[in-house]
């Protein structure tokens, strides 16, 4: 609660402080624009610093409340979940995923497509910016996987050139109650996407480069909020600035 | 029966083409997906001879042909939904004869269909199998009637299957039939057909000698190439085609993928050879590489303050949008276009489109653009365009740039009308449509078919009145081989459709229709119709419809009145002594719980002077194409009705869209009529308010 | 009694397709565009000469010819731009990213070391390693190359011949594959311009499943050859 109150607390700075229509923090450097900006524009000054991995680039809007509001939704949620049962090692588990989240750092993340040649030729890739303030991440090719969701531990793996994400679980210490089925992936670029991992239901499933895997929780035919959890979970991780 | 119209001869060539875009998106992949599932000899999910709980992908449509020395099977298999297959079938018995009386049918061999349906009642887990239950060839006259349950299990490249039917694919009682046990009415298998046939036969389900079958399938490391070894539970000693030998009751096989195609060649029986064609494509993503004139670019500043050339707006309209323009308004700060939809099927993509050139052609200052879609003389939907949002959001000027929240589709404001007095359209028009009506199955030759031209010319008098007729012009046919034009059978009903033959082998010079017509909206969102003349082949008179369609909404409902007298078949102009009253309240609901489908009701008195229902159940699927499927259900008893104990059909809707470079709009219907007979016909009404009002509430795009 | 049924199937089974004349436009527009033969690009030595940037020739896979436009030289890489906004990325010759293609190459690791950008120093003995990202869901894909120079080919521009050396680049798709393969090995080609050492034209398949770019340095070619025959050149 304390971490959403400094959030909040350094937002009416920034907003106070600043005249700028918008403001954009790429990669730790701040830029004010007076005048709405378009994507090619913003990119510029970076785009040819280094080579890179445009799949993985990442716009987050960081003056709105939606990503921790979900937050709140995800953790009000497991409480409730681990309070109504009594299966100890369920509630560990859920418990374990709170704290988890808890670490997680948010923003509201932009879904479009952020790559600065395709934006110089493609006006669709190329939109202008609305008034607020933004943080954008360019990241080189990153070698990681990101392992969350059901687990004991949160953990980064390297990641698998032409492996089936099946070739991760090895490394994966789920916790009970979690589906040991199906994992999402969400790609670097915002995607989510389902593979299967059991004997049954392999899907030849790659993640991308700095991907996040979730290990979701078991669907009880009866408890629809369970579902909900995976779905909550889902729409969490597209949110997250990967450290 | 059904008007029967196309431009056939181009679809070869394109379906072509669609399929090419197919291959290259799986080509482009190192890593090859599994061939997936394969269709058995019957079509449908399954081994050589037994179904599996497995199903295709959703929107899959497989048409087969399989061959085992005295059967051949031609079957068209879809997956409707994804725990939901049906599949139609006609099975050709090669040591059978269609007759005994070689006048009637010739040397032609036996011919039967049958349908099937299967349902997924569980999906695969870690710990349980997928489960289907299914039923073969239901309807009566089945050769291969059979009810099963099946499981699957998959373990890596293996698939395990294990089944128990009924019927004939348990014939050999290879266990007890569990039911047996437990009431003894289940142990035997009732003979023979309810009513005359076409009916569901549930009093035999489940009953007489069951088995148990099963087997495997493998996927081998070379991705084209699957492997099946099978258990069967039929002892072929039942069989139409009469008691066969069986060596074994493995069967083996093997299949081979190539494309589209599907390749399998088995050993059944331990004795017989066979082998099986099948082409598969999936109505949801099947799609068509497209031509289209590039958006227009609405460059940063706006800068027009007049329209200069009266001539570039519609005609930009009509290249780039495929919209007609009949006439425009412009208001202090609004700009109003009157005309029809011509092109661009999909509703959003036409929106744009009109948008993009409207803000391009049209004074900067014009705050809000409002596009009246007509069908025919009645005004249809009005969509209102945010001209600010609108080029905001086609300039990509905000990261939520959707342009389909800058509109709303709504009914024609009155005052929208009011602004144009449309110029009364009247003078004359005429037109021309190839048509092919093909037959299956009959006695005289399998396939039978009758090409040639509907010529259509046409008065409108004023913008609600036309008069109307149609030519049809035979050019190609072997209907002359028809060695009958009506059956023998004895029939309490009137003859309202069985003479079907008569009419079709008439002239090649025929009257299809002649008739006066008048539509218009009498109310908001109530439109009605009135008709009086030759209406179709079979008959004329009188009649007039109403219907309520708001604007995108799920339901609709009106009614139709008619009174009709039937048309000789002799001669052109004269009519036969029956009389009726027919007409039908009619219902077209689009139900939230099932996805893309729309059911109709027609409830009334029907051609023969029967009362029920005709229930039509039609599901779309994303490219476009819509399956059907409708039954008519009135108090005539099955055995009035005579064979086929009702009238029923399927159909196939697809959007010429899918066929052809350039966006286009319209349909081809592909109807299938197992039987039909005169119970339960609806009169062909010349035109139905609920195609001339589709855009209301678009089902079909 | 089932023969006795089957007598009356015949008459009532129709299967017909209907449909409406407003289409036949669009369909006589389908059989015109399929039947056309794509025309390639094919610009005159003046117009090549007079484009107002430099000029490529693409073609991919089977489709016609199409010219792209150097859109910028920035940060060590030539990034090429066609009529419908598709763009190659290049570095030194190579195709290191593509987009707006059916699948896109999204990067290529280890481009530094790749012998194409000092042809003169190739040791055939020596191999090239990298990784390659792909847009369909393929990522860290291991490809090897090893490559060897022929000298004194002549290809033929604008009716004149230009004398080039031939670099062959043998390549190998090294990852597994879930299901057997066969087509794990292949070749692209470079031809540079033996006098200046300037590339003028590759053919490039960037995967064992893409489809091969043939690229023709239009411009390039266009500077190399002698003032004097372009008249003489010019249909």
Request: hydrophobic share 40%; charged share 20%; aromatic share 12%.
């Given at each position: 609660?304390?971490?959403?109150?400094?959030?909040?607390?350094?937002?009416?700075?920034?907003?106070?402080?600043?005249?700028?229509?918008?403001?954009?923090?790429?990669?730790?450097?701040?830029?004010?624009?007076?005048?709405?900006?378009?994507?090619?524009?913003?990119?510029?000054?970076?785009?040819?610093?280094?080579?890179?991995?445009?799949?993985?680039?990442?716009?987050?809007?960081?003056?709105?409340?939606?990503?921790?509001?979900?937050?709140?939704?995800?953790?009000?949620?497991?409480?409730?979940?681990?309070?109504?049962?009594?299966?100890?090692?369920?509630?560990?588990?859920?418990?374990?995923?709170?704290?988890?989240?808890?670490?997680?750092?948010?923003?509201?993340?932009?879904?479009?497509?952020?790559?600065?040649?395709?934006?110089?030729?493609?006006?669709?890739?190329?939109?202008?910016?609305?008034?607020?303030?933004?943080?954008?991440?360019?990241?080189?090719?990153?070698?990681?996987?990101?392992?969350?969701?059901?687990?004991?531990?949160?953990?980064?793996?390297?990641?698998?050139?032409?492996?089936?994400?099946?070739?991760?679980?090895?490394?994966?210490?789920?916790?009970?109650?979690?589906?040991?089925?199906?994992?999402?992936?969400?790609?670097?670029?915002?995607?989510?996407?389902?593979?299967?991992?059991?004997?049954?239901?392999?899907?030849?499933?790659?993640?991308?480069?700095?991907?996040?895997?979730?290990?979701?929780?078991?669907?009880?035919?009866?408890?629809?909020?369970?579902?909900?959890?995976?779905?909550?979970?889902?729409?969490?991780?597209?949110?997250?600035?990967?450290? | 029966?059904?008007?029967?119209?196309?431009?056939?001869?181009?679809?070869?060539?394109?379906?072509?083409?669609?399929?090419?875009?197919?291959?290259?998106?799986?080509?482009?992949?190192?890593?090859?997906?599994?061939?997936?599932?394969?269709?058995?000899?019957?079509?449908?999910?399954?081994?050589?001879?037994?179904?599996?709980?497995?199903?295709?992908?959703?929107?899959?449509?497989?048409?087969?042909?399989?061959?085992?020395?005295?059967?051949?099977?031609?079957?068209?298999?879809?997956?409707?939904?994804?725990?939901?297959?049906?599949?139609?079938?006609?099975?050709?018995?090669?040591?059978?004869?269609?007759?005994?009386?070689?006048?009637?049918?010739?040397?032609?061999?036996?011919?039967?269909?049958?349908?099937?349906?299967?349902?997924?009642?569980?999906?695969?887990?870690?710990?349980?199998?997928?489960?289907?239950?299914?039923?073969?060839?239901?309807?009566?006259?089945?050769?291969?009637?059979?009810?099963?349950?099946?499981?699957?299990?998959?373990?890596?490249?293996?698939?395990?299957?294990?089944?128990?039917?009924?019927?004939?694919?348990?014939?050999?009682?290879?266990?007890?039939?569990?039911?047996?046990?437990?009431?003894?009415?289940?142990?035997?298998?009732?003979?023979?057909?309810?009513?005359?046939?076409?009916?569901?036969?549930?009093?035999?389900?489940?009953?007489?000698?069951?088995?148990?079958?099963?087997?495997?399938?493998?996927?081998?490391?070379?991705?084209?190439?699957?492997?099946?070894?099978?258990?069967?539970?039929?002892?072929?000693?039942?069989?139409?085609?009469?008691?066969?030998?069986?060596?074994?009751?493995?069967?083996?096989?093997?299949?081979?993928?190539?494309?589209?195609?599907?390749?399998?060649?088995?050993?059944?029986?331990?004795?017989?050879?066979?082998?099986?064609?099948?082409?598969?494509?999936?109505?949801?993503?099947?799609?068509?590489?497209?031509?289209?004139?590039?958006?227009?670019?609405?460059?940063?500043?706006?800068?027009?303050?007049?329209?200069?050339?009266?001539?570039?707006?519609?005609?930009?309209?009509?290249?780039?949008?495929?919209?007609?323009?009949?006439?425009?308004?412009?208001?202090?700060?609004?700009?109003?276009?009157?005309?029809?939809?011509?092109?661009?099927?999909?509703?959003?993509?036409?929106?744009?489109?009109?948008?993009?050139?409207?803000?391009?052609?049209?004074?900067?200052?014009?705050?809000?653009?409002?596009?009246?879609?007509?069908?025919?003389?009645?005004?249809?939907?009005?969509?209102?365009?945010?001209?600010?949002?609108?080029?905001?959001?086609?300039?990509?000027?905000?990261?939520?740039?959707?342009?389909?929240?800058?509109?709303?589709?709504?009914?024609?404001?009155?005052?929208?009308l009011d602004y144009s007095s449309a110029p009364s359209q009247t003078g004359f028009f005429a037109g021309s449509e190839l048509f092919w009506i093909q037959t299956f199955g009959n006695p005289e030759a399998f396939y039978m078919y009758q090409a040639?031209?509907?010529?259509?010319?046409?008065?409108?008098?004023?913008?609600?009145?036309?008069?109307?007729?149609?030519?049809?012009?035979?050019?190609?046919?072997?209907?002359?081989?028809?060695?009958?034009?009506?059956?023998?059978?004895?029939?309490?009903?009137?003859?309202?459709?069985?003479?079907?033959?008569?009419?079709?082998?008439?002239?090649?010079?025929?009257?299809?229709?002649?008739?006066?017509?008048?539509?218009?909206?009498?109310?908001?969102?109530?439109?009605?119709?009135?008709?009086?003349?030759?209406?179709?082949?079979?008959?004329?008179?009188?009649?007039?419809?109403?219907?309520?369609?708001?604007?995108?909404?799920?339901?609709?409902?009106?009614?139709?009145?008619?009174?009709?007298?039937?048309?000789?078949?002799?001669?052109?102009?004269?009519?036969?002594?029956?009389?009726?009253?027919?007409?039908?309240?009619?219902?077209?609901?689009?139900?939230?719980?099932?996805?893309?489908?729309?059911?109709?009701?027609?409830?009334?008195?029907?051609?023969?002077?029967?009362?029920?229902?005709?229930?039509?159940?039609?599901?779309?699927?994303?490219?476009?194409?819509?399956?059907?499927?409708?039954?008519?259900?009135?108090?005539?008893?099955?055995?009035?009705?005579?064979?086929?104990?009702?009238?029923?059909?399927?159909?196939?809707?697809?959007?010429?869209?899918?066929?052809?470079?350039?966006?286009?709009?319209?349909?081809?219907?592909?109807?299938?009529?197992?039987?039909?007979?005169?119970?339960?016909?609806?009169?062909?009404?010349?035109?139905?308010?609920?195609?001339?009002?589709?855009?209301?509430?678009?089902?079909?795009? | 009694?089932?023969?006795?049924?089957?007598?009356?199937?015949?008459?009532?089974?129709?299967?017909?397709?209907?449909?409406?004349?407003?289409?036949?436009?669009?369909?006589?527009?389908?059989?015109?565009?399929?039947?056309?033969?794509?025309?390639?690009?094919?610009?005159?030595?003046?117009?090549?000469?007079?484009?107002?940037?430099?000029?490529?020739?693409?073609?991919?896979?089977?489709?016609?010819?199409?010219?792209?436009a150097l859109l910028r030289l920035e940060a060590g890489q030539h990034k090429w731009v066609s009529a419908d906004n598709a763009l190659l990325i290049m570095e030194q010759g190579r195709v290191v990213r593509t987009a707006g293609f059916e699948n896109?190459?999204?990067?290529?690791?280890?481009?530094?070391?790749?012998?194409?950008?000092?042809?003169?120093?190739?040791?055939?003995?020596?191999?090239?390693?990298?990784?390659?990202?792909?847009?369909?869901?393929?990522?860290?894909?291991?490809?090897?190359?090893?490559?060897t120079v022929q000298a004194n080919q002549s290809l033929s521009f604008f009716g004149q011949s230009i004398n080039t050396t031939l670099i062959t680049e043998q390549l190998s798709y090294d990852s597994d594959s879930n299901f057997i393969r066969f087509?794990?090995?292949?070749?692209?080609?470079?031809?540079?311009?033996?006098?200046?050492?300037?590339?003028?034209?590759?053919?490039?398949?960037?995967?064992?499943?893409?489809?091969?770019?043939?690229?023709?340095?239009?411009?390039?070619?266009?500077?190399?050859?002698?003032?004097?025959?372009?008249?003489?050149?010019?249909?």
């Amino acid at each position: 609660m304390s971490k959403a109150m400094i959030a909040a607390a350094a937002l009416l700075l920034c907003c106070g402080v600043s005249h700028a229509e918008v403001n954009v923090d790429i990669n730790g450097q701040r830029y004010s624009y007076t005048d709405n900006p378009r994507l090619a524009e913003v990119l510029k000054p970076h785009a040819l610093q280094q080579n890179w991995y445009w799949s993985a680039a990442a716009l987050y809007r960081t003056d709105t409340q939606r990503a921790e509001k979900l937050r709140q939704q995800l953790l009000a949620l497991a409480t409730e979940l681990a309070q109504q049962s009594d299966d100890a090692q369920l509630r560990d588990s859920l418990a374990l995923l709170q704290a988890q989240v808890n670490q997680w750092q948010l923003a509201d993340r932009v879904n479009m497509r952020v790559d600065y040649d395709a934006a110089t030729v493609v006006p669709a890739l190329n939109p202008r910016f609305d008034t607020g303030s933004y943080r954008l991440v360019l990241q080189r090719r990153p070698n990681t996987v990101f392992v969350g969701g059901a687990v004991r531990r949160e953990v980064s793996v390297p990641h698998l050139g032409a492996s089936d994400v099946a070739a991760y679980t090895a490394s994966i210490k789920m916790t009970p109650g979690a589906d040991s089925e199906q994992l999402a992936i969400v790609q670097p670029d915002g995607r989510v996407i389902k593979a299967g991992i059991s004997y049954f239901n392999r899907s030849n499933t790659e993640a991308m480069p700095g991907a996040q895997l979730l290990v979701l929780f078991t669907e009880p035919m009866l408890d629809q909020r369970f579902s909900t959890l995976n779905t909550l979970l889902q729409q969490l991780a597209v949110h997250r600035i990967l450290p | 029966m059904t008007v029967f119209r196309i431009p056939f001869s181009l679809s070869l060539i394109t379906l072509a083409v669609a399929s090419c875009a197919v291959h290259a998106a799986e080509g482009s992949r190192w890593q090859q997906s599994p061939a997936g599932v394969s269709q058995m000899a019957h079509g449908g999910v399954g081994l050589i001879q037994t179904p599996t709980a497995r199903m295709a992908p959703a929107g899959n449509l497989s048409m087969n042909y399989t061959d085992n020395e005295e059967y051949r099977l031609w079957s068209v298999s879809i997956q409707l939904f994804d725990w939901m297959e049906s599949t139609v079938r006609y099975t050709d018995v090669r040591n059978r004869l269609y007759s005994d009386d070689p006048n009637f049918s010739g040397d032609q061999t036996y011919k039967d269909k049958g349908i099937d349906v299967k349902f997924r009642l569980l999906q695969e887990s870690t710990y349980l199998p997928q489960v289907s239950l299914g039923i073969r060839d239901f309807g009566g006259t089945g050769l291969f009637e059979s009810e099963f349950v099946t499981l699957s299990k998959k373990w890596q490249n293996f698939d395990f299957h294990l089944g128990i039917g009924w019927g004939y694919l348990g014939n050999s009682g290879n266990i007890t039939n569990p039911f047996c046990e437990l009431k003894d009415s289940f142990c035997q298998r009732p003979e023979g057909y309810n009513g005359r046939g076409g009916k569901i036969d549930y009093d035999q389900f489940f009953k007489g000698p069951a088995s148990l079958f099963g087997g495997i399938e493998y996927q081998t490391p070379w991705q084209p190439l699957r492997l099946k070894l099978e258990y069967e539970g039929n002892d072929y000693q039942q069989d139409f085609a009469g008691a066969l030998a069986q060596d074994s009751s493995w069967n083996f096989g093997a299949v081979y993928q190539w494309g589209n195609f599907d390749f399998d060649l088995n050993y059944q029986r331990g004795n017989t050879l066979g082998f099986g064609v099948h082409y598969k494509m999936n109505l949801h993503t099947v799609s068509q590489y497209k031509v289209k004139p590039a958006l227009r670019t609405i460059p940063e500043q706006i800068t027009r303050t007049e329209i200069t050339d009266r001539d570039a707006l519609p005609k930009a309209l009509l290249h780039e949008a495929g919209f007609a323009l009949q006439t425009a308004h412009m208001t202090d700060d609004e700009f109003v276009i009157y005309g029809q939809q011509l092109a661009y099927r999909d509703h959003d993509e036409a929106i744009e489109r009109i948008g993009r050139v409207l803000a391009t052609e049209v004074p900067a200052h014009i705050k809000r653009y409002r596009v009246v879609n007509y069908g025919g003389n009645l005004p249809l939907v009005e969509t209102v365009i945010e001209a600010e949002q609108f080029i905001a959001a086609t300039r990509y000027d905000s990261l939520q740039h959707e342009v389909k929240s800058t509109y709303i589709r709504q009914a024609p404001e009155q005052q929208t009308l009011d602004y144009s007095s449309a110029p009364s359209q009247t003078g004359f028009f005429a037109g021309s449509e190839l048509f092919w009506i093909q037959t299956f199955g009959n006695p005289e030759a399998f396939y039978m078919y009758q090409a040639g031209v509907f010529a259509n010319a046409g008065y409108r008098l004023t913008n609600n009145l036309v008069l109307n007729g149609t030519a049809k012009v035979t050019l190609l046919e072997n209907f002359d081989k028809f060695n009958y034009t009506v059956d023998a059978q004895q029939t309490p009903l009137p003859r309202v459709r069985t003479y079907m033959r008569e009419y079709v082998t008439g002239s090649t010079l025929s009257m299809e229709n002649l008739y006066l017509q008048w539509q218009d909206q009498v109310l908001p969102d109530v439109y009605a119709q009135a008709y009086g003349g030759y209406l179709e082949t079979m008959f004329g008179g009188v009649g007039g419809e109403v219907l309520y369609r708001p604007v995108d909404s799920n339901l609709a409902i009106g009614f139709d009145v008619n009174y009709v007298r039937q048309r000789s078949y002799e001669n052109e102009f004269d009519f036969f002594d029956y009389k009726t009253f027919t007409g039908h309240v009619n219902i077209y609901w689009k139900p939230e719980f099932l996805p893309d489908t729309q059911l109709t009701f027609n409830i009334g008195q029907f051609l023969a002077k029967d009362k029920g229902v005709n229930v039509d159940f039609a599901k779309r699927f994303d490219s476009g194409i819509v399956v059907g499927a409708y039954a008519a259900f009135t108090n005539v008893s099955s055995e009035e009705y005579g064979e086929g104990s009702f009238t029923k059909g399927f159909y196939l809707s697809i959007p010429f869209d899918l066929f052809s470079l350039r966006p286009s709009k319209g349909r081809g219907r592909l109807p299938w009529v197992p039987i039909a007979r005169d119970g339960g016909q609806p009169l062909n009404r010349p035109s139905t308010l609920i195609d001339a009002t589709e855009q209301r509430s678009p089902f079909y795009d | 009694m089932k023969t006795a049924i089957k007598q009356l199937i015949g008459g009532s089974i129709l299967l017909a397709l209907t449909g409406c004349a407003g289409t036949y436009h669009s369909y006589l527009d389908t059989l015109k565009l399929a039947f056309s033969s794509n025309d390639d690009v094919n610009l005159s030595l003046q117009q090549v000469k007079a484009a107002p940037s430099d000029l490529l020739y693409v073609r991919h896979g089977e489709r016609a010819v199409a010219a792209m436009a150097l859109l910028r030289l920035e940060a060590g890489q030539h990034k090429w731009v066609s009529a419908d906004n598709a763009l190659l990325i290049m570095e030194q010759g190579r195709v290191v990213r593509t987009a707006g293609f059916e699948n896109d190459l999204l990067y290529v690791s280890n481009t530094q070391n790749d012998q194409i950008r000092d042809y003169k120093t190739i040791n055939p003995a020596s191999e090239w390693l990298r990784l390659a990202d792909w847009q369909n869901g393929e990522y860290g894909y291991l490809i090897k190359s090893r490559f060897t120079v022929q000298a004194n080919q002549s290809l033929s521009f604008f009716g004149q011949s230009i004398n080039t050396t031939l670099i062959t680049e043998q390549l190998s798709y090294d990852s597994d594959s879930n299901f057997i393969r066969f087509d794990n090995s292949w070749h692209n080609s470079f031809w540079f311009d033996s006098a200046s050492g300037t590339l003028i034209k590759s053919v490039q398949q960037l995967s064992p499943v893409a489809e091969p770019f043939e690229m023709t340095y239009i411009s390039r070619i266009a500077r190399l050859l002698p003032a004097v025959t372009t008249g003489a050149s010019d249909e």
